[in-house]
């Protein structure tokens, strides 16, 4: 479904991503992972147009490398953010219509805020409470459902479960490996190394803007040593 040929992203003389590739079959869950610094943001952003990049990016066998980002949310290729960036002073509903801008369908809109409300049953209950007012792990949700709201067939999520307590993370991941099981191609940047690795098909590990390592998120899971260089728990 995507694949990533060599992309590079400079910001002034530094170099956050060198010559990265990866590739993403339709329907896996392929985790991105790696300390801070480590380009894991710069390659989805990259990917998702957010900021220049030389390399190639096919979607579905198009090259989307040109495209501005909405574009690309056009063709099905949605990130959600690190630090959720909900609208704080809208509703959960509001925000979910938000998500839809870009869709034309008004019935099949209503049916997706349904579904997603059905996923997430908190944010039923919060539905017309402001985003602002809503715990982390209830903001985390609204920002992936408002993504899912383009109806994208690949999301990006940067770092889910950042800041969120371990109890509500596992929750998060149970919810997210949802998604797959709905038929969404998932890539995930994600710290929590071994939530991740629990829950994806594979796993790449990137370290100073280059990817080092990639495998099997089983193999990756039991690879002590590889954990200990460059992921740090």
Not at 4 to 11: E, P
Not at 77 to 105: K, Q, S, W, Y
Not at 122 to 133: C, F, K, P, S, W
């Amino acid at each position: 479904m995507l694949s990533v040929n060599r992309l590079s992203v400079h910001y002034g003389p530094i170099r956050a991503l060198d010559a990265a590739s990866i590739r993403i079959g339709r329907g896996e869950f392929v985790a991105l992972l790696g300390p801070n610094g480590a380009g894991k943001t710069s390659l989805i952003s990259g990917i998702a147009g957010l900021v220049r990049a030389q390399g190639r990016v096919l979607f579905e066998d198009r090259e989307i490398g040109a495209l501005p980002t909405e574009d690309r949310v056009r063709r099905g290729l949605t990130m959600t953010p690190e630090g959720r960036h909900v609208f704080a002073n809208l509703t959960v509903a509001e925000n979910l219509r938000l998500g839809a801008a870009i869709r034309r369908d008004r019935e099949g809109v209503a049916q997706d805020i349904e579904k997603y409300l059905g996923l997430f049953p908190i944010l039923r209950e919060r539905n017309h409470q402001l985003a602002g007012t809503l715990s982390g792990g209830e903001q985390q949700m609204l920002a992936i459902a408002r993504s899912m709201m383009s109806r994208p067939r690949l999301l990006m999520l940067d770092e889910p479960s950042l800041g969120l307590a371990p109890r509500i993370v596992a929750q998060m991941f149970d919810y997210i490996s949802l998604l797959k099981e709905a038929g969404v191609t998932l890539l995930v940047v994600e710290q929590n190394v071994m939530q991740a690795l629990k829950h994806a098909d594979r796993a790449y590990v990137i370290s100073s803007g280059i990817i080092r390592h990639e495998g099997k998120a089983e193999e990756l899971r039991s690879d002590r040593r590889l954990i200990d260089m460059y992921l740090g728990n």
